[in-house]
């Protein structure tokens, strides 16, 4: 079985790096691109692919929430798990295709996978 493509989504540097080196020490995942804004993301997944985007909430430009209601639009769009150092609560993601909301500060290899597994059970 191919390894996931994972794309990241973060405007912090330190924060693509941190999650890269948890994505990258994941067996079954691997890293094809890390971006710092919405609008990065959504020309990455088209010419990318990815499989699994992690998409910080809060970007500048086009937010996170926004550029994952137009990626989930696409035909076989790749799944998107949104990550913040906010409570979910603290956000109207309702209706805007993330799989799953994660919280930055529980981020692991083992978030990673169960996000991976309960792919087609969208949340939002």
């Known amino acids: 079985m191919a390894d996931v493509r994972v794309l990241i989504v973060d405007d912090q540097e330190p924060f693509r790096r941190a999650i890269a080196a948890v994505v990258s020490e994941t067996d079954g995942f691997v890293v094809v691109a890390s971006t710092s804004s919405g609008?990065?993301?959504?020309?990455?997944?088209?010419?990318?692919?990815?499989g699994l985007v992690l998409m910080d909430?809060?970007?500048?430009?086009?937010n996170g929430i926004?550029?994952?209601?137009?990626?989930?639009?696409?035909a076989d769009p790749p799944i998107v798990?949104?990550?913040s150092t906010y409570d979910q609560d603290d956000f109207?993601?309702?209706?805007?295709?993330a799989a799953s909301y994660l919280a930055k500060a529980a981020f692991g290899p083992d978030l990673l996978t169960?996000?991976?597994a309960r792919r087609r059970r969208p949340e939002f």
Do not use: Q
């Open 92 to 97: 109207d993601i309702s209706g805007c295709g």
């Open 39 to 50: 609008e990065e993301a959504l020309l990455a997944v088209t010419s990318l692919r990815p």
């Open 81 to 83: 798990v949104l990550l």
């Open 114 to 116: 169960a996000a991976w």
């Open 57 to 62: 909430v809060n970007l500048p430009g086009i």
């Open 66 to 74: 926004e550029a994952t209601r137009r990626i989930t639009r696409d």
